[in-house]
């Protein structure tokens, strides 16, 4: 079962403004890709269901964590149905993000009180999924809408918390807008943990990387 609340989880996910996101089928790769994400400062990671067994694979990674990184809250995204994010939940999942909205990943996270984040594209789905109970809702794919997206929707739901995810870059002016524009927090995959970096298991390079990212989100917030 998860170790931290859906409302530590949210509280992280603002607190830090940044979710790591990657999926490797090697287990020892994601071992090391997850504790250079940890050593550079994030203390969430989203592990994308994308590959065959990835289930197993998370249940190794998870486990890793609760022995060696407690302090690392680990979700599963790419979640499509509610009878994965039951199987993940099992697994120890602290959070569920869906790149769709669905009721019923809503009904078997809320009852096991884990947050969920669905992916959303609209003011309707985004105020669908706040009435399903979503704290943290996905703006996904974030490089179809873009900054200017987000600021429309805060102007009539100001209690909106939004996490673009796709399209999201480390680069500052990026972040800039998103967080200018009133995001919570941001999801970042490739565009943080790059193919090269798996590739290349520059490891040292991520956790750089993640750190260097982190002081730019902290320095555009103040």
């Known amino acids: 079962m998860a170790k931290f609340t859906r409302l530590e989880v949210a509280a992280k996910m603002a607190e830090t403004g940044m979710v790591p996101l990657f999926y490797h089928s090697d287990i020892e790769i994601a071992k090391k890709t997850l504790k250079a994400c940890f050593e550079g400062g994030a203390r969430l990671l989203e592990f994308t269901s994308r590959g065959d067994f990835a289930h197993q694979i998370f249940d190794e990674l998870n486990r890793y964590v609760l022995s060696e990184l407690p ?4 979700g599963v995204g790419s979640v499509t149905d ?9 697994l120890g999942a602290n959070f569920i993000v869906t790149p769709v909205l669905r009721e019923d990943i809503a009904v078997v996270c809320n009852r096991r009180k884990v947050l969920w984040s669905a992916g959303c594209g609209s003011l309707t789905e985004i105020a669908k999924a706040e009435e399903l109970g979503g704290e943290i809702v996905k ?4 490089s179809t809408y873009g900054p200017s997206f987000v600021n429309a929707i805060k102007g009539p739901q ?3 918390s939004i996490m673009p995810t796709g399209g999201v870059s480390t680069k500052e002016d990026n972040l800039r807008g998103w967080f200018d524009a009133g995001v919570t927090c941001v ?3 490739s565009k943080l943990i790059s193919k090269e970096i798996l590739a290349n298991e520059d490891f040292e390079g991520l956790k750089t990387k993640v750190a260097e990212t982190l002081k730019l989100i902290k320095k ?3």
């Open 71 to 74: 302090d690392m809250i680990m």
């Open 82 to 90: 509610a009878a994965a994010a039951s199987l993940y939940m099992q």
């Open 139 to 142: 703006l996904f794919p974030g």
């Open 158 to 160: 100001p209690w909106t």
């Open 187 to 189: 999801g970042m995959g």
């Open 220 to 222: 555009i917030r103040q």
